[in-house]
């Protein structure tokens, strides 16, 4: 098989000749380190007074022109870096969410704040700072909401490129320019407001939710349109320890909008896989109602066990992962540590088929070399004997 065939083996539920190997994105040190190191690191660029002067003079005006840009290279280079590396299947990621707004300020269309900052490796990253929409004059006033078309339309533009540069050299998870409706209302309105606005300002919360159901189905079909296969959509619903709300409000208020979406992937011969760190284990069950064909995530440091849940869910759901990030893949790690952590994943994971395994989200701290010494040893220890 090769990288097509064996990725849409297991989505499909047959038992593909080994397990695939996901890459869940590269950041910038990483796919630098494949790609090469840029003449001069880019947080020199973005992060000094001059730069600084200029954003907070004309940032919105310059964001579509020259920052932009920019991040859509971003975007294809870890792709590009993903297929050098030797992954069978890459998360996929057109991000156009970010408006510059000042000189270490960044303004997502939902509705949240960031501070542009260092990643630690000589690059420019982001960090969310705050809420944008504490009131309803916010809500009105929110002056950064895209025009829904023109933003699915360019999705589409990358898309076709992607797909037509690496479409048969890696099995692509597409993920738009929309990030998950419920994290995105979370981030938008913030923690401490989210239970209380879906009671008391169940009005905006609606509409909200309405524009953003608009942009996640819009930006899927322009990807479908475009070639892509799979829909990989973030939406981050439970904290470590558990759900952020209670199970029953998070399908009352979200699942309608989920399933519409889902339904229409599906009608196209689609396959909808959810990322959502934290422990889900709770909500497994609620997201396969919806429609969901896979999970990805399945985050060491919380408490949710992949084992189990292969059990539960593995005859159902696709499972995603599994690979630790926050010791297993970052530079303290020793090769050995990464071949036995793989091998203890495939031993009780790969039987029976439906699992990908790869890191359980991408991180600036996790080199190149691990990522190798990971598919390496995937590729040793993931074969299917009576495939």
């Given at each position: 098989?090769?990288?097509?065939?064996?990725t849409r083996?297991?989505?499909?539920g047959?038992?593909?000749?080994?397990?695939?190997?996901?890459?869940a994105?590269i950041?910038?040190r990483t796919?630098?380190?494949?790609l090469?190191?840029?003449l001069?690191?880019?947080?020199?660029?973005?992060?000094?007074?001059?730069?600084?002067?200029?954003?907070?003079?004309?940032?919105?005006?310059l964001?579509?022109?020259?920052?932009?840009?920019?991040?859509?290279a971003?975007?294809?280079?870890?792709?590009?870096?993903?297929?050098e590396?030797?992954?069978?299947?890459?998360?996929?990621?057109?991000?156009?969410t970010?408006?510059v707004?000042?000189?270490?300020?960044?303004?997502?269309?939902?509705?949240?704040?960031?501070?542009?900052?260092?990643?630690?490796?000589?690059?420019?990253?982001?960090?969310?700072?705050?809420?944008?929409i504490t009131?309803?004059d916010?809500?009105?006033?929110?002056?950064?909401?895209?025009?829904?078309?023109?933003l699915?339309?360019?999705?589409?533009?990358?898309?076709?490129?992607?797909?037509k540069?690496?479409?048969?050299?890696?099995?692509?998870?597409?993920?738009?320019p929309?990030?998950?409706?419920?994290?995105?209302?979370?981030w938008?309105?913030?923690?401490?407001r989210?239970?209380?606005?879906?009671?008391?300002?169940?009005?905006l919360?609606?509409?909200?939710?309405?524009?953003?159901?608009?942009?996640?189905?819009?930006?899927?079909?322009?990807?479908?349109d475009?070639?892509?296969?799979?829909?990989?959509?973030?939406?981050d619903?439970?904290?470590?320890?558990?759900?952020?709300?209670?199970?029953k409000?998070?399908?009352?208020?979200?699942?309608?909008?989920?399933?519409?979406?889902?339904?229409?992937?599906?009608n196209?011969?689609g396959?909808?896989i959810?990322?959502?760190?934290?422990d889900?284990?709770?909500?497994?069950d609620?997201?396969?109602?919806?429609g969901?064909d896979?999970?990805?995530?399945?985050?060491?440091?919380?408490?949710?066990?992949?084992?189990?849940?292969?059990?539960?869910?593995?005859?159902?759901?696709?499972?995603?992962?599994?690979?630790?990030?926050?010791?297993?893949?970052?530079?303290?790690?020793?090769?050995?540590?990464?071949?036995?952590a793989?091998k203890?994943?495939?031993?009780?994971?790969?039987?029976?088929?439906?699992?990908?395994i790869?890191?359980a989200?991408s991180?600036?701290?996790?080199?190149a070399?691990?990522?190798?010494?990971?598919i390496?040893?995937?590729?040793t220890?993931?074969?299917?004997?009576?495939?």
């Amino acid at each position: 098989m090769d990288k097509i065939e064996r990725t849409r083996a297991v989505l499909d539920g047959r038992i593909p000749d080994r397990v695939p190997v996901f890459c869940a994105g590269i950041e910038d040190r990483t796919y630098n380190e494949v790609l090469g190191k840029p003449l001069i690191p880019p947080k020199y660029l973005l992060i000094n007074p001059v730069t600084g002067f200029i954003f907070n003079r004309w940032g919105p005006e310059l964001t579509r022109k020259l920052v932009q840009p920019s991040i859509t290279a971003g975007m294809e280079k870890r792709v590009r870096a993903a297929a050098e590396l030797g992954f069978d299947a890459t998360w996929a990621l057109y991000d156009e969410t970010f408006t510059v707004t000042g000189a270490n300020t960044m303004a997502r269309y939902s509705g949240s704040l960031y501070d542009i900052v260092d990643d630690g490796f000589g690059n420019a990253t982001y960090m969310y700072r705050e809420p944008g929409i504490t009131t309803r004059d916010d809500f009105e006033s929110w002056p950064f909401w895209p025009d829904i078309d023109d933003l699915a339309h360019r999705t589409y533009k990358f898309y076709r490129k992607i797909v037509k540069k690496y479409g048969d050299r890696i099995f692509l998870f597409g993920q738009g320019p929309a990030y998950g409706i419920q994290e995105s209302l979370l981030w938008a309105i913030g923690f401490e407001r989210m239970t209380l606005w879906i009671r008391r300002e169940a009005d905006l919360v609606k509409r909200y939710i309405e524009m953003s159901e608009e942009i996640c189905l819009k930006c899927a079909i322009a990807m479908m349109d475009a070639g892509i296969s799979a829909v990989l959509q973030t939406d981050d619903f439970a904290f470590k320890s558990g759900p952020l709300m209670n199970p029953k409000m998070i399908d009352e208020v979200f699942g309608p909008s989920y399933k519409r979406i889902i339904e229409t992937v599906k009608n196209r011969d689609g396959k909808y896989i959810l990322h959502s760190c934290g422990d889900n284990t709770l909500l497994f069950d609620t997201f396969i109602n919806w429609g969901v064909d896979g999970f990805h995530a399945y985050e060491n440091t919380s408490n949710v066990d992949i084992y189990s849940q292969k059990k539960l869910h593995g005859d159902r759901a696709v499972m995603i992962g599994g690979v630790d990030i926050d010791y297993t893949l970052t530079d303290q790690a020793s090769d050995m540590d990464i071949e036995n952590a793989v091998k203890d994943l495939m031993d009780g994971l790969a039987p029976g088929g439906r699992y990908i395994i790869g890191p359980a989200h991408s991180l600036a701290s996790i080199p190149a070399h691990n990522l190798r010494v990971m598919i390496e040893a995937a590729h040793t220890h993931g074969a299917y004997t009576d495939a």
